[in-house]
């Protein structure tokens, strides 16, 4: 079973930035699909940012649009969010998941982080 590992959140100030990671334990996030979701209390988890395995393609939720960017580096066994322009409604845990196909349904992720709290101040 593949365990997903995020860092990278934290408490910022509403304008700042950050940058999330996930790390593969077992080396095989090339193999999958991998996507970022967040939950804010109390809130449903949704869907933020997905890449394919070779990046050719990424999605992301119309809320984050041209302020996150989802990528990663396979040799690294790594996904990034990179995220910009923070606002107090990103505020959320974030999680990293892998999957085996380009989806912003949870159900069809297989492997789950345990999340990184980002807080956002406004």
């Known amino acids: 079973q593949v365990q997903l590992m995020e860092s990278g959140g934290g408490l910022v100030q509403a304008g700042a930035s950050l940058r999330l990671a996930c790390v593969a334990s077992?080396?095989?996030?090339?193999?999958?699909?991998m996507g970022w979701f967040r939950q804010a209390p109390g809130q449903n988890r949704e869907f933020v940012a997905g890449i394919t395995w070779g990046s050719r393609t990424k999605s992301y939720a119309d809320s984050v649009k041209g302020r996150y960017t989802i990528s990663r580096d396979n040799a690294a066994n790594t996904v990034y969010l990179e995220m910009k322009n923070l606002k107090a409604e990103d505020t959320a845990v974030y999680y990293c998941?892998?999957?085996?196909?380009?989806?912003?349904?949870?159900?069809?992720?297989?492997?789950w982080g345990q999340g990184t709290q980002v807080t956002v101040s406004s």
């Open positions: 998941a892998a999957g085996t196909r380009i989806s912003e349904r949870e159900r069809e992720y297989l492997y």
């Open positions: 077992d080396g095989t996030l090339g193999n999958y699909f």
